[in-house]
C-alpha cells in the first residue's frame, strides 16, 4: 500500500450535497493513509539527550523574536536586562507547550467521544482514531519539554482548566461547535510556530525540534478539520447556519486568549504593568495584527461555508479578528503586510 497526499477539494455549495460527501471521503482516506505512512515518536525522533540540546538558564537564544511572539514585539520587554528576558522567553515557552498539552488532551477526549458515536463503516472512525495517536504523542513531547526547561507553568487560564471536564462533551452534543473549537485552539499554535520556522528565528533546538514535529502532524488534523467543517456545514438549514455564524467568532476569539495570553501568574512573576500586558494582549496596534493574522485561514473557511452573514461580520470586528481571509491556507502572515 503506498501513501497519497491529500488532495485539495474547492468547497461545494448545499445544492451539491452528494459531490461534496464524495470528495470528503475521498479526502478522509487520503489523510488516515498520511497517518500511516508519515507519523512521529517524539522519543524516537527528537535527541533530547544530545548535547547540543542541553538547557541552560543563560542561553540567548530563548529570547523572544520581535517579529513574532506580541510579548517580544513590545518596547518594554524589549528594555528588559539580557537575563530577564531570556528568563521571560523560557516561562513563556514552557507554558505555550503546557497549553498544547491541555488543549491537545481535551482534543483527544472529544475526538475518541466522537469516534464512539460512529457508526459501521464511516471512514472519519479511522482518521480520528489515527489523530488522537498523534495527538497522545504531541502531549509526550510537550511535558518532556516542559518538564527540561524546568519551570512550573500553570498552562491555560484556571477558568479554563476548570470547565475542561466539560469541554469534550461537545463534539457529540454539539459537533460542529467542537470542531470550531478545534480550528480555535489548532490555528493559534500552529500560526505561531510556522512564524517562528519562516522567520529563521535563532530559538533554542529542544524548540526548534519540537514545533517542527508538531507543524508536521499539525497541517493534516488542520486540514481534516476545515474539510470536516466545509462537508458537515453544506447539509445544515439556514436558521443552524446562521447560529453557527455568529457562534464561530465568539468560539475562536475566547480560545485564542486562553490559548495565546499568558495567565495572570505570567505578571505577577515578572512584575508586568497592566497597562504593558494590556497592550501585549490585545490593545496595541501590533497585537491586534497579530490576533487578526491567526485567523485568515477561518475567515477563509467561514466565506466557503457562507457564514459571513452581515451580523456575523461585525461580531468579527468587535472581537478584533477581522481581516483579509487567508488566500490559501497557512498563507505567510508577512505576505499581508
Not at 137 to 148: A, D, G, I, K, P
Amino acid at each position: 500500500m503506498t501513501s497519497t497526499q491529500p488532495r485539495p477539494i474547492a468547497y461545494q455549495p448545499p445544492a451539491n450535497k452528494r459531490g461534496t460527501e464524495l470528495n470528503y471521503d475521498q479526502v478522509v482516506d487520503d489523510l488516515s493513509a498520511a497517518s500511516v505512512h508519515r507519523n512521529f515518536d517524539p522519543y524516537r525522533h527528537i535527541a533530547w539527550d544530545a548535547p547540543e540540546m542541553a538547557i541552560v538558564p543563560d542561553d540567548p537564544r530563548w529570547i523572544l523574536d520581535p517579529q513574532v511572539d506580541p510579548i517580544g514585539q513590545h518596547p518594554w520587554y524589549q528594555n528588559l536586562p539580557v537575563d530577564k528576558q531570556i528568563a521571560i522567553g523560557m516561562w513563556r515557552q514552557a507554558n505555550v507547550a503546557k497549553v498544547g498539552l491541555q488543549f491537545e488532551s481535551i482534543l483527544i477526549r472529544g475526538l475518541l467521544q466522537y469516534a464512539s458515536r460512529l457508526p459501521n463503516g464511516d471512514k472519519r472512525f479511522r482518521y480520528v482514531t489515527h489523530e488522537s495517536k498523534e495527538e497522545c504523542q504531541h502531549t509526550l513531547m510537550f511535558q518532556e519539554m516542559v518538564n527540561r526547561v524546568g519551570i512550573d507553568v500553570p498552562g491555560m487560564p484556571r477558568a479554563m482548566r476548570r470547565i475542561d471536564p466539560l469541554i469534550p462533551l461537545f463534539s457529540t452534543l454539539f459537533p460542529s461547535v467542537f470542531f470550531f473549537g478545534v480550528l480555535a485552539g489548532e490555528e493559534p499554535i500552529d500560526h505561531l510556530q510556522k512564524d517562528f520556522l519562516r522567520a529563521g528565528a535563532n530559538v533554542h533546538p529542544v524548540m526548534a525540534a519540537v514545533m517542527e514535529l508538531h507543524v508536521a502532524e499539525e497541517a493534516r488534523h488542520i486540514s481534516f478539520a476545515h474539510h470536516h467543517v466545509r462537508a458537515t456545514l453544506a447539509t445544515k438549514g439556514a436558521a443552524t447556519r446562521f447560529v453557527l455564524a455568529l457562534a464561530m467568532p465568539i468560539i475562536m476569539r475566547v480560545l485564542c486568549s486562553a490559548i495565546a495570553k499568558p495567565p495572570v501568574q505570567f505578571r505577577t512573576e515578572f512584575d508586568v504593568p497592566r497597562k504593558v500586558f494590556a497592550e501585549m494582549f490585545w490593545d496595541s496596534m501590533n497585537s491586534r495584527r497579530f490576533l487578526s493574522d491567526v485567523f485568515g485561514d477561518v475567515r477563509m473557511l467561514a466565506h466557503q461555508c457562507g457564514l459571513r452573514n452581515p451580523v456575523a461580520t461585525v461580531l468579527w470586528k468587535l472581537l478584533k479578528i477581522d481581516g483579509r481571509p487567508s488566500r490559501y491556507r497557512s498563507e505567510p502572515s508577512y505576505d499581508a503586510h
